[in-house]
């Protein structure tokens, strides 16, 4: 059964830090890109960064300079460092893992990170 847990969500300051983490189980974590996704309320799901099994990175314009994916292969576990956040962050930040065929995709639940100002 796949699970992908995040955490590390909360209620910042704008201009704050926060750091995600997703830990990933029954996925042979190391072979899929990882992805971190949020949705605001009355917005669409929206990509926020990805990091290719080989470790290639690319991020959403808006959040360029400010967060950093990364990934542990040894601990299934990938991360989302937030710095400088604003407002218009705050979201639902969802983990998800894309295997190498057509429709591995798994989501997880989500975890609320509330930017005030």
């Known amino acids: 059964q796949v699970q992908l847990v995040e955490s590390g969500g909360g209620l910042v300051q704008a201009g704050g830090s926060l750091r995600l983490s997703c830990a990933a189980s029954?996925?042979?974590?190391?072979?899929?890109?990882m992805g971190w996704y949020r949705q605001a309320p009355g917005k669409p799901r929206e990509l926020v960064a990805i990091?290719?099994?080989?470790?290639?990175?690319n991020y959403a314009d808006s959040v360029k300079g400010r967060f950093t994916i990364s990934r542990d292969n040894a601990k299934n576990t990938v991360y989302l460092q937030m710095n400088s956040l604003k407002p218009e962050d705050t979201a639902v930040y969802y983990c998800?893992?894309?295997?190498?065929?057509?429709?591995?995709?798994?989501w997880g639940k989500g975890a609320l990170v509330t930017v005030s100002s």
């Open positions: 998800a893992a894309h295997g190498p065929l057509s429709g591995m995709d798994y």
């Open positions: 990091i290719t099994s080989g470790g290639r990175t």
């Open positions: 029954g996925i042979i974590f190391s072979i899929n890109s």
